[in-house]
């Protein structure tokens, strides 16, 4: 299975932006899926969680920005960013496991200016 993560870009502090992810396969649906992402200089970090069922979860720092969301229909996860910050400059990605290993998408780059 491939993800493909798109929807950055350049936005400005208080600004917002969508991400997407896309499954080669229809996995959204069953999977567990995440976010993630890696600031310049630093380590990948987790970013939301969403269970097959829907149940999502977030570390400290997006709480009440971020929301992780999935069309099952379309097999698509979203991630919509609010309240943007400079810190939240990274680029993000979409990863699940599929048949017991890590598969990650490319990534996509969200520069946010102060």
């Known amino acids: 299975v491939q993800l493909q993560a798109s929807g950055g870009g350049l936005v400005q502090t208080g600004g917002s932006l969508r991400l997407s992810c896309g499954a080669s396969?229809?996995?959204?649906?069953?999977?567990?899926m995440g976010w993630y992402r890696q600031a310049p200089g630093k380590e990948r970090e987790w970013v939301a969680r969403?269970?097959?069922?829907?149940?999502?979860s977030y570390t400290d720092f997006v709480k009440g920005r971020f929301t992780i969301s999935k069309d099952n229909a379309k097999n698509t996860l979203y991630l919509q960013m609010n309240s943007l910050k400079p810190e939240d400059t990274a680029v993000y990605y979409c990863?699940?496991?599929?048949?017991?290993?890590?598969?990650w998408g490319p990534g996509t780059l969200v520069t946010v200016s102060s």
């Open positions: 990863k699940t496991m599929y048949w017991g290993r890590d598969v």
């Open positions: 396969r229809r996995i959204i649906s069953s999977n567990v």
């Open positions: 969403i269970t097959g069922g829907g149940s999502t």
